[in-house]
């Protein structure tokens, strides 16, 4: 499975945006898609995960309440929508998949074995 990530930009803190990430082939519904963003000097981490069957989403605590990763199976498409944008979201966020993540692992980085490119996100305050 091959990721593209897209939906990046320049905001201003408050704004919303919503980045997509168009998935080749036709991912299972065990299939596991997730966000993570990696900030300039910065370790990449954990944003947002769920599977395929859009029935396990979880969330770090810093975006819960304002992101939301959903799904659209038709289109083999997972979004990210931000809302309440703030300058500490700026980072490249990138997008991940793997065929067979256990549920405890959806927010490890290393439980993931395809990437997208990345698309930078940048808030300005």
């Known amino acids: 499975v091959q990721l593209q990530a897209s939906g990046g930009g320049l905001v201003q803190a408050g704004d919303s945006l919503r980045l997509s990430c168009v998935l080749s082939g036709r991912p299972s519904g065990r299939f596991a898609v997730a966000w993570f963003r990696q900030a300039p000097g910065k370790d990449r981490e954990f944003v947002a995960a769920n599977r395929f069957s859009g029935n396990y989403a979880t969330y770090a605590e810093s975006v819960k309440g304002r992101f939301t990763i959903s799904i659209d199976n038709a289109k083999n498409t997972v979004f990210l929508q931000m809302n309440s944008l703030r300058p500490e979201d700026t980072a490249v966020y990138y997008c991940?998949?793997?065929?067979?993540?256990?549920?405890?692992?959806?927010?490890?980085?290393?439980?993931?074995?395809?990437w997208g490119q990345g698309t930078q996100v940048t808030v300005s305050s």
């Open positions: 991940a998949g793997s065929p067979s993540v256990i549920l405890s692992n959806l927010r490890s980085r290393t439980a993931y074995s395809a």
